[in-house]
């Protein structure tokens, strides 16, 4: 059973650009949630999908949208890239019904320049 | 608003040693509280979940305890290795309904052969 899949693994983009994140959850789960993770800061929660719909949302400027496939998979986009953009996205994906508990993926790395 | 401070930031111990990781949350109404483990440039590996109503937990060489009073949670680590150099990272989840995870910024430590 796969768990929790990202892709790319790496990504470098420039100032101004836009990026898409893919993540896939792990078999029968749910839901799915995006985190930023800043070099030496804990993750900081951006939104959480389910039903296709943005369930919550974290303190991210309009920048940063999703988007959750009838499949359960997830797309983290973020526009008008900064040099702060620069970090660790982090999937995360739960079962609603089991207490939400979340697993995570291995990360996308995305360097801004 | 919810904090979580992780003391120390680092920690250098040599092998076989016993040690104590520490959490702190300002807000005592957490619905459960978990700790992680990541390595370097890597994703989340939950160690151990304990629930709002729990004291603590235990996986082989470690147990965490909850004090939700004092806002206070420890990470017990027995007879260290150098397999156990990582960065333990504590979160707390403030309601059943909520998918929102809040972490601290993580100890990062090194177990020296």
């Known amino acids: 059973d796969a768990g929790v899949t990202q892709s790319p693994t790496h990504l470098i983009k420039t100032r101004g650009q836009q990026v898409t994140l893919r993540c896939s959850p792990k078999s029968g789960h749910d839901t799915v949630s995006w985190y930023q993770q800043a070099l030496g800061q804990g993750p900081q929660f951006i939104f959480q999908y389910y039903e296709e719909e943005e369930r919550q949302r974290g303190n991210f400027p309009d920048r940063f949208s999703g988007h959750q496939f009838p499949n359960y998979s997830s797309e983290l986009n973020v526009n008008a890239l900064l040099l702060g953009d620069s970090a660790l996205y982090l999937c995360?994906?739960?079962?609603?019904?089991?207490?939400?508990?979340?697993?995570f993926g291995a990360g996308t790395r995305l360097s801004v320049l | 608003k919810q904090e979580v401070t992780q003391i120390p930031a680092a920690l250098s111990v040599p092998e076989g040693e016993n040690l104590v990781l520490n959490c702190s949350f300002t807000?005592?109404?957490?619905?459960?509280l978990q700790w992680f483990r990541q390595d370097p440039g890597k994703g989340l590996t939950s160690l151990l979940l304990i629930q709002s109503s729990q004291r603590e937990q235990t996986s082989g060489r470690l147990n965490a305890s909850l004090d939700k009073s004092s806002g206070r949670s420890t990470l017990y680590i027995a007879a260290s290795q150098p397999g156990d150099s990582a960065t333990y990272l504590c979160?707390?989840?403030?309601?059943?309904?909520?998918?929102?995870?809040?972490f601290g910024q993580g100890t990062t430590l090194q177990v020296k052969p």
């Open positions: 995360a994906s739960s079962w609603l019904g089991a207490g939400n508990i979340q697993y």
């Open positions: 979160a707390v989840r403030g309601g059943s309904n909520t998918g929102k995870l809040i």
């Open positions: 807000d005592s109404a957490i619905y459960n």
